[in-house]
Structures are given as C-alpha cells and as structure tokens.
C-alpha cells in the first residue's frame, strides 16, 4: 500500500492528479480554494511554512502577494521537482521530506498552511506539535482535509458519482481506498478528533469551516445544486 509520497510519484496518477485539478469547476477551485485564501487573509511580510506545497504554484502566488518568505515541504519528488522549477524568484526553499521526519527551526514562521495533506498523516498531533513549535508567538495555523464523512469508509471513494458511504464514522485510523486508479493509504478522523489534535498540539481554534459552495463560483445551477449534497472539504484554523 502506498503512502502518500510514493502515491503521487506514480505517473500515471500524477497524470490523472493534474488532469482533475485542471477540469473547469474542480472542486478544489471552487470549494477549497476560495475559503482557504479567506481563513489566511493577508500574507504581507508573512514567513510561511507549507505542508504539501505539491507544484509549488501556490507558494508562487504566496510570494506575488507579499509573503517575505515561503518554505515548502512535500513527500513527493514528483511534486518538489515541479515545485522547485516554479519557485526560482523570491525568497522561497522547498524540501523532499516526510512531514513526520521533518525538523523545524523553532519560532521561525508566522504562518504554517497545509492544503489537502494531513489526511495522509498517521500520527496527526506529532506533526502538528512540531508545526506549533516552528510558529512565533500569536502565529497561524490553516489547513484543509478531505472531510471525515467522506474519509470515513474506504469504500466510499469507490462509489459511483454522487452516491457515498458513510461507516465506522468513530473508528479512527488507515483507509485504503482506490484514487486515481491506484490504492493510496490515508487516515480517517472524525471532526471531533481534528479539534482535539489541534488544540493538543498546542493551538487555540478560532475557525472551523465545511467548504459549504458559494453560489457565485459556479456557472450553473446544476452543478451549484451538486455540491450543496454533502461536504468534501474540512478547513480549521488555529492560533499558538
């Protein structure tokens, strides 16, 4: 089974990876995207740190914004080669490493975002115990996960579209589910466990969000009417 590094340095899912996030209308543009940049608000003289920086497209756009500096971390060689050709002006460093094997200069961030990343990690709260560490004092923390209802069942990535499975909703662990035509290993938690995994890490939570559509980002009512069904995206924020 494979984690979530060796996942996305498979070709042909790094492929089919690229191909959904481009598709007009990608979930991630329309229901992601828009309520991250709203809980991270301003980035001006910001050093942030990124947990899955993937492309590094997004540290690219970071850094346009004014953040004074940008450090991403991904699993994927894949992705930091790609990141690494997109970063080459500003103030940015980006490193192929596991996040639970990471070591963070202590005080150094103000900022540490994770968009679409933690749900591959195991042990969630050793992770972002080092993250906490890593921030100044009063620094943020925002992230994005795959939502526990969907992440709760392992079959339920596999259903056909617009139906889901919900089941063992409080049992907490590894999933392995078919994405992308291969078999990835990620880890379900309920909502109440990414709340107590932030604040026993050390973080006070200020905001919780569900990636709830907006009308406005879509072109059709159909597609609009789609995405109110059920949630895919969890989003937090928490303050050290």
Known sequence: MRDGGSFFDQPDVFDAYWRARSRQESANSVLEQPIIESLIGSVDQLAVLDLGCGDG?????????????????DASMRMVSLAKKNL??????????????????????????????????????????????SLASGGRLVFSVEHPLLTSCQESQGTKPGSWVVDDYFVAGARDVLWFGDRVRKYHRSIEDYFLAVQQAGFQVDMLRESKPDRAQFSSEAEYGRRMRIPLFLLMTGRK
Do not use: W
């Not at 497209?57 to 971390?73: E, H, R, T, V």
């Not at 639970?100 to 972002?128: I, N, Q, T, W």
């Open 57 to 73: 497209q997004y540290g690219k756009q970071l850094l346009a914004q004014g953040a004074a500096s940008y450090y991403g971390i």
């Open 88 to 133: 080459t002006e500003g103030n940015a460093h980006v490193v192929h490493q596991a996040f639970e094997e990471m070591e963070l200069p202590a005080g150094k961030f103000d900022l540490a975002v994770s968009r679409l990343a933690l749900h591959y990690v195991d042990d969630l709260v050793h992770v972002l115990t080092k993250v906490c560490r």
